[in-house]
């Protein structure tokens, strides 16, 4: 069974750019959440959907923002790239919410690099 | 923001001697799972135990969760090289709307061969 796929690997953007990364969860799974990993700041919640919608979103700017298709994949947008969107993001995706929160599953990451 | 803390930040140990790293948090929990990362990359899901599970094992793996005292415990038994990592404890939230995982900071494990 294929794990949670991530593209690109890695994406290098200038300050002012956009950028876009693509996420395709496990087989079955409706739910991919987004975190961003930045050094010294640890791994922060992003953006959570699940059958389409947006569930949750964590403490970021709305220049932060992403959307679910059809088939589940899901895509992360960074508008107005600064500085401090350098970081690793990862997408993880669970079954869909039976009530309760169950296992994630994680992408091997996108690392963004912003100069 | 942060869950909590794991203890300690960092690890070193002999290849074939025990491994064990602490986890606190701060608020009512649905699930706790530890993940392990290599080298900055993905996440690799270790184990999940509830909130009304005291104890889980999985292979060399043994996950202890106390709600009491908002803690949890992981340890490694017999330690390879390959299991030289970051580790980071997740707390799953209770209710809709709350199945993000809030992470602590990480424990860095070196295992010396």
């Known amino acids: 069974e294929a794990g949670v796929t991530q593209s690109p690997t890695h994406l290098i953007k200038t300050r002012g750019q956009q950028a876009t990364l693509r996420c395709s969860p496990i087989?079955?799974?409706?739910?991919v959440y987004w975190y961003q990993q930045a050094l010294g700041l640890g791994l922060q919640f992003l953006l959570w959907?699940?059958?389409?919608?947006?569930?949750n979103r964590g403490n970021f700017p709305p220049r932060f923002s992403g959307r679910q298709f059809p088939n589940y994949s899901s895509e992360l947008n960074v508008n107005a790239l600064e500085l401090e969107d350098s970081a690793l993001y990862l997408c993880?995706?669970?079954?869909?919410?039976?009530?309760?929160?169950?296992?994630?599953?994680f992408g091997p990451g996108t690392r963004l690099t912003v100069l | 923001s942060q869950q909590g803390e794991e203890d300690p930040q960092a690890l070193s140990i002999q290849e074939g001697e025990n491994a064990t790293m602490n986890c606190s948090y701060k608020t009512s929990i649905n699930n706790l799972q530890w993940y392990r990362q290599n080298s900055g990359r993905g996440l690799v899901h270790l184990i999940l135990?509830?909130?009304?599970?005291r104890e889980k094992h999985s292979g060399r793996l043994r996950v202890t969760l106390d709600t009491s005292k908002k803690s949890s415990s992981l340890l490694i038994t017999a330690s390879r090289a390959a299991d030289t990592a970051s580790y980071f404890c997740a707390t799953g939230g209770l209710g809709a709307g709350s199945y993000q995982l809030t992470f602590g900071k990480g424990t860095k494990l070196s295992v010396i061969p």
């Open positions: 993880a995706s669970s079954w869909a919410t039976s009530g309760r929160s169950d296992e994630q599953f």
């Open positions: 135990i509830r909130s009304n599970e």
């Open positions: 087989s079955g799974h409706t739910s």
């Open positions: 959907y699940d059958e389409g919608e947006e569930r």
